[in-house]
């Protein structure tokens, strides 16, 4: 099993070093901007690297909204981050569930996520794995509930989409961890990657607060035993830089390791 950290994009391969990873994910640019990536001069040492690479998709991203000035740019921007992640050999690019607006009608954001897919499709289709993670928050979500998801891998149907689970998102968003994997393989039949966060608040408080796996409001018992069930990759986006997130790391592989 692959465990990994998010880090800070500037040299991917040294943090991963830094914190003895297998695997790392970063940004291609800033997650609270809407500028599209640029090329990195590294892509080829990237791309021949032996650690696993994960781009996360801007934070800005929403291409469920109802609101054309935030969907159209959304839709781009996430094109041109697969093309940017595709680039440096990254295995799947991260994007949030997003959301409607308050009263708007959350069929039409699921159909806002399938035109997303038919637009790529338009110019020869992602060029690699789309992976939508469950966020914490909001009344209006594409991939907080479970009862959301389904509709939205319905609404999907026609395309290859993969899906990232966060414990920390899920926890906070209001789904037990407790049997978790089976529920969202139900819907989606598959898991490529988890992040495995605890969470600095508490069961459906909605807020997306990461904290260390042995700190926070979930028994990590419980997050190991997602990943054990999953079998999927894990990176760890929690606080506390190298340091902290080197001892999530080998806790993980520890208790992992341990029933194996
Ligand atoms: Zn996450």
Partial sequence: MRIGAHVDPTDPLAEAAARDA???????????GWKAPKPREDAERLRAADVDLYVHAPYVINVAT?????????????????????????RGLIVHGGHVNAGDDLAVGFDNWRKTF???????????????????????????????????????????????LDTCHAHAGGEELLGLVDRVKAITGRIDLIHANN????????????DNLTGGTIDPELVVAVIRAAGAPVIVETPGGVEGQAADIAFLRGQLGAAA
Wanted: glycine share 10%; with cysteine.
């Fill in 199 to 210: 969470s600095k608040g508490t069961f459906n408080s909605g807020q997306d607060r990461h």
């Fill in 66 to 90: 109802l609101n054309n000035r935030i969907r159209i740019p959304s839709r781009k921007l996430l094109l041109g981050h697969a093309a940017a992640a595709a680039a440096v050999g990254a």
């Fill in 22 to 32: 297998e695997a790392v994910q970063f940004f291609l640019a800033d997650p609270q």
């Fill in 118 to 164: 038919a637009y790529a499709a338009d110019s020869g289709g992602f060029p690699l794995p789309i992976l939508i993670e469950n966020t914490a928050g909001g009344e209006n979500a594409c991939a907080r509930h479970l009862d959301a998801l389904a509709r939205l891998w319905d609404a999907l149907g026609d395309y290859e989409v993969g899906f990232c």
